[in-house]
């Protein structure tokens, strides 16, 4: 049986076992795929439509490394921002001693010790979020762990939108239409019907009703769908031009558009030097037990989303792994995606 057989059984298994609905995978090297393919079907229901190439995925927390890191790539080529900067400098409501030495890389590498998310329901709005994100206790002493955060990413986006004086989904487009990718924030309602349904989270003042193409994270919702951390919405083809951009780069070529070349690309995927980490600037690195599974290279990258998304890359073996799924539609439990992302990347090691 060949890697892709073996890969397409795991999948074919994991939406019989009703771990996902639907899927798409997009496996490639940096001259272009080397498999695509549609599984399952838009929801569980006997009547829901096919999967497609054109079904456009609630692209999660991969939001964090495509939208908001590879706008700080631009932001910090040309000179709008340092990663040494303080976050101090930018919001009026962070402020405490132990918050002082906060820097913008220590956001993007989750090393500022904000909590992953607030204690009480989500603010309605730009300005509550700041107040609220800059006067909660710190959970450690920045850059003494990782602790993953959404509330950094908000806060990133709000800096991004800041410094350019443009909202955030403006910025993604400026860097990322040139690729021909078409990931987009704020589906148009023309759209909408493409999108693999989702359902929202009990404790999500949407709950009780389906979301198609409508952000599947509360926090995204609050802010008018685009977010620093999630809101992004795609198609795998879409994240596979964004991952060959990326693995030309992490392989050295030089004719790539910027702010995609080798040396900021290296820099923001190198990993965090912070006790424990495997974190890089807005990406994760290689680690065995986690989602890439035991077969990639030290140098790989990637990154994954709640709603059952996930993005790596491997310089070394010069290949990308786009897997969509929209897991968050009645599907099986992180740990259940977990496993099949595990399986799905072993299987596909000798390709």
Same mark, same amino acid.
């Given at each position: 049986m060949t #890697? &892709?057989? /073996?890969?397409?059984? &795991?999948?074919?298994?994991a939406i019989a076992d009703r771990k996902f609905p639907a899927a798409y995978v997009d496996v490639g090297s940096s001259a272009g795929p080397l498999w695509s393919e549609a599984f399952g079907t838009l929801t569980f229901d006997n009547d829901s439509p096919r999967t497609s190439g054109a079904t456009l995925f609630d692209l999660? +927390?991969?939001?964090?490394p495509l939208a908001t890191a590879t706008i700080f790539m631009e932001l910090t080529r040309t000179g709008r921002v340092g990663l040494d900067? #303080?976050?101090s400098r930018f919001f009026a409501d962070w402020r405490s001693v132990d918050r002082e030495r906060v820097t913008i890389g220590d956001l993007l590498e989750h090393a500022s010790g904000l909590a992953a998310r607030l204690v009480d329901a989500p603010p309605s709005g730009r300005r509550e979020f700041e107040h609220e994100i800059g006067r909660m206790r710190l959970e450690s002493a920045p850059?003494?762990? $990782? &602790?993953?955060?959404?509330?950094?990413?908000?806060?990133?986006? *709000?800096?991004?939108?800041?410094? +350019?004086?443009? #909202?955030?989904?403006?910025? *993604?487009?400026?860097v990322v239409i040139p690729l021909d990718a078409g990931t987009r924030f704020n589906l148009p309602p023309e759209l909408r019907p493409l999108a693999a349904p989702t359902r929202p989270l009990a404790e999500d003042a949407r709950r009780g009703r389906t979301l198609q193409g409508e952000v599947h994270d509360n926090y995204a919702a609050a802010l008018g769908g685009a977010a620093g951390h999630a809101g992004l919405f795609g198609s795998a083809r879409d994240v596979g031009v964004f991952a060959r951009t990326m693995l030309r780069a992490a392989r050295g070529a030089a004719d790539n558009p910027p702010p995609f070349r080798p040396e900021t690309v290296e820099? %923001?995927?190198? @990993?965090s030097r912070? #006790? =424990?980490? /495997?974190?890089?600037?807005?990406w994760?690195?290689?680690l065995p037990t986690s989602s890439c599974g035991t077969q990639m290279s030290a140098a790989a990258f990637g990154h994954v989303g709640f709603t059952g998304t996930s993005l790596w &890359?491997?310089?070394?073996?010069?290949?990308?792994?786009?897997?969509?799924?929209? @897991?968050?539609? =009645?599907?099986?439990?992180?740990?259940?995606?977990? $496993?099949?992302?595990?399986? %799905?990347?072993?299987a596909l090691a000798p390709l």
């Amino acid at each position: 049986m060949t #890697p &892709i057989e /073996t890969a397409r059984r &795991i999948l074919e298994r994991a939406i019989a076992d009703r771990k996902f609905p639907a899927a798409y995978v997009d496996v490639g090297s940096s001259a272009g795929p080397l498999w695509s393919e549609a599984f399952g079907t838009l929801t569980f229901d006997n009547d829901s439509p096919r999967t497609s190439g054109a079904t456009l995925f609630d692209l999660a +927390s991969l939001t964090k490394p495509l939208a908001t890191a590879t706008i700080f790539m631009e932001l910090t080529r040309t000179g709008r921002v340092g990663l040494d900067d #303080p976050v101090s400098r930018f919001f009026a409501d962070w402020r405490s001693v132990d918050r002082e030495r906060v820097t913008i890389g220590d956001l993007l590498e989750h090393a500022s010790g904000l909590a992953a998310r607030l204690v009480d329901a989500p603010p309605s709005g730009r300005r509550e979020f700041e107040h609220e994100i800059g006067r909660m206790r710190l959970e450690s002493a920045p850059r003494d762990k $990782a &602790i993953y955060s959404d509330l950094g990413f908000i806060l990133l986006g *709000f800096l991004a939108a800041d410094v +350019s004086g443009a #909202p955030l989904p403006d910025l *993604f487009d400026r860097v990322v239409i040139p690729l021909d990718a078409g990931t987009r924030f704020n589906l148009p309602p023309e759209l909408r019907p493409l999108a693999a349904p989702t359902r929202p989270l009990a404790e999500d003042a949407r709950r009780g009703r389906t979301l198609q193409g409508e952000v599947h994270d509360n926090y995204a919702a609050a802010l008018g769908g685009a977010a620093g951390h999630a809101g992004l919405f795609g198609s795998a083809r879409d994240v596979g031009v964004f991952a060959r951009t990326m693995l030309r780069a992490a392989r050295g070529a030089a004719d790539n558009p910027p702010p995609f070349r080798p040396e900021t690309v290296e820099r %923001f995927t190198r @990993r965090s030097r912070v #006790p =424990g980490s /495997t974190r890089a600037l807005g990406w994760d690195t290689m680690l065995p037990t986690s989602s890439c599974g035991t077969q990639m290279s030290a140098a790989a990258f990637g990154h994954v989303g709640f709603t059952g998304t996930s993005l790596w &890359i491997d310089p070394v073996r010069d290949r990308y792994f786009v897997l969509l799924t929209n @897991r968050a539609c =009645g599907g099986g439990s992180l740990d259940d995606m977990r $496993a099949v992302r595990r399986s %799905f990347h072993d299987a596909l090691a000798p390709l």
